[in-house]
């Protein structure tokens, strides 16, 4: 799967998407129902398309309505497309077809909190000495990966970092997304969430995972029942605007998702 997941990145990101810079598509059917993920990119592009829309909890959730046949097609992120939909994967039965868009990942913390500018910190660092690339590979998405900017932590006067270290826990808000976040047993694994565990180690921070509904981030973030979200989360202006983030860390895309005798 991990192999599978470079391959797909690498291809697609060499190429830049040429398929779809040529015109091509084989969506937007006035019939079809794409079953998306509230509050997500993957939304707001059938939306700004004018397309019938499912939404629903999560992305593992829209391609389970695809494989039931509940929807004829879901949007999701190509990193999730390359981890779960496949031979040998948990739905070999679809494929993705359209590239709609090409986007970058960032990591959304309160609104003024210094707790992004502690993380860029840690993405430079962590890519700086290889530990980034190592956690990369191990899950398959070395193509992805944005070398960080240069980046040094800079304190506020309202702390969140002295906030959360007086606390003793960095709560973390994910959804279930390989291969960046997803349990396996009782622990959270994946690339976003073995990085989270080096921020809050470098912390002195025990890390706690929380799965949250995504269309309510932010107010949980604003209500500080979470201190970061960190789960593939791509930098729309709405995003920017609603949380402060980090700096772009990874590449990703919008794909749609059909199932394979389509």
């Known amino acids: 799967m991990k192999k599978r997941i470079a391959l797909l990145m690498g291809l697609i990101f060499v190429m830049g998407f040429a398929a779809t810079a040529c015109g091509k598509t084989s969506s937007g059917s006035g019939d079809m129902v794409y079953a998306v993920e509230a509050g997500s990119a993957g939304e707001e592009i059938a939306k700004e398309k004018g397309w019938n829309i499912n939404s629903v909890t999560a992305q593992s959730d829209a391609l389970m309505e695809v494989d039931s046949g509940t929807s004829d097609a879901a949007i999701i992120d190509l990193l999730m497309a390359g981890a779960m939909i496949g031979e040998g994967t948990s739905y070999p039965d679809l494929k993705y077809t359209d590239e709609l868009t090409t986007e970058e990942y960032g990591i959304g913390c309160r609104k003024g909190s210094d ?58 808000g994910v959804t279930n997304f390989a291969p960046m976040d997803y349990p396996e047993g009782d622990e959270w694994v994946g690339f976003d969430a073995d990085m989270a565990k080096i921020v809050g180690e470098k ?30 989360m791509t930098l729309t202006d709405e995003v920017t605007s609603a949380m402060e983030c980090t700096n772009a860390y990874c590449r990703n895309a919008q794909v749609v998702v059909v199932p394979a005798d389509k």
């Open 203 to 232: 912390l002195g921070v025990d890390v706690q995972f929380v799965e949250i509904d995504w269309d309510n981030k932010v107010f949980e973030l604003n209500a500080k029942t979470l201190d970061v979200i960190w789960n593939g």
């Open 115 to 172: 707790l992004a500018s502690y993380i860029n910190s840690v993405l430079a660092e962590t890519y700086a000495d290889g530990t980034m690339m190592e956690i990369a590979e191990k899950y398959g998405v070395q193509e992805a990966i944005i070398e960080p900017e240069e980046a040094e932590y800079v304190k506020s006067d309202d702390s969140d970092v002295e906030y959360i270290q007086d606390k003793g826990t960095l709560i973390v």
